[in-house]
């Protein structure tokens, strides 16, 4: 397992570095063409970092020869790639996780709200904050996008223990006027004072991004919505992030609070938040139209596969709004999900995809948790792949964690045969080192 100490945190960073290993990167999204022609493997690869970024990749043999004064890191057979992208979790949840799951509802008014409302305490959410970014390092995931709660102390705590370990991260306070407790609930001037003020300070500081945070339209007078959705207007460098279309009975419920609606998206798009940069949780039961909508705003949909299933939301029709041109991320949803593993979530939306008829190639899954992810968040041109001129956030995986993943991994006869295993049966053994903008974090 992966052991974070104070020490580990701050890392060493030489001015150039070769890691040595498998290597396994993207060329191509692997939904729209042949794998063979998406994926890149090298058996014997290597990756070049010079100050936190990655300066080349190549052949091992060839970088080693090129770059005599590199310090050499040799990962033998482990697998280099980018590090994971979890582009929807609710970091204000780490302590609930795998609470007995009831339907939606249910469940935010009996873990998630009482828990939410100690996060006024900036010192318990800096502690939450710190004990959720070193689970998620544990597990390989390098870079999140989180929901924070309605107190600007949450942004700040997590925004503060993500720079202190060098990660990219995009979060946001969460916005309810309505429909929550009293301790939960701000007003339309206040969720836009506070968001903008929260922009404004931290928004590209660092490695650190703001994403406009309207929970979801049933806890929002269209009031706020119109706020938020003009606050987004006048800064479209940030992401928005909510949630739509998780549970059949939330979309009822939305739908008759926002009658002048014709479905759930448009509760958004008629106060001005859908477009690209938009980040839309779940979409499980989305109509003909959202769809479509969707992808010509280029807007993105986050798979949560995990979260569907342990609250029994419904099983999301991925092949679906592929074929539709729709922009795709995956996500753990911690702590609607049941992991904080980027790993478990890709097994968990391969199994949801054979309930739906259709089987995810390994390369469609890794492209999700990783490239695809970072598209959504328009931040493909700085991390989720190995390619020169994006960040080093670097992840090596053993292929061989456990017995019963080696057995079978022993058998293989190409790489996706010996990642397979992994994906299904991996957890935070198989991560064997992660490199924060060219940080060794072990």
Known sequence: MLELSDAARVGTMTARMLILGQTLTFANDPFKVPVAEAAVHEPRGGVLVEDGMIAAIGLGDDLLHAHPDATVTDMGSRLLTAGFVDSHAHYPQTAIIASWGMRLVDWLNTYTFPEEARFGDADYARETAGRYLDLTLMNGTTTICSYCTIHP???????????????????????????????LRDTVQSSHDDSKRLLERWHGVDRLGYAITPRFSPTSTPEQLEALGALWAEHPECLMQTHISEQTDEVEWALSLHPEARDYLETYEMHGLLGEGALYGHAVHLTERERARIADAGASVVHCPTSNTFIGSGLLDLAGLAACDVRIALATDTGGGSSFSMLRTMAAAYEIAQLRGGALHPAQLYWLATSGSARAMRLDDKIG???????ADLIALDLASTPAIAQRASRAEDIWEALFPTIMMGDDRAIAQVWIAGRAMR
Do not use: H, I, Q, W
């Open 385 to 391: 792949r190995l390619a020169p001129g994006l960040e």
């Open 153 to 183: 102390e949450s942004v700040e705590a997590l925004f503060v223990e993500a720079r202190k370990r060098g990660l990219r991260a995009v979060a946001g306070k969460t916005c309810m006027d309505r429909n929550a407790p009293d301790d």
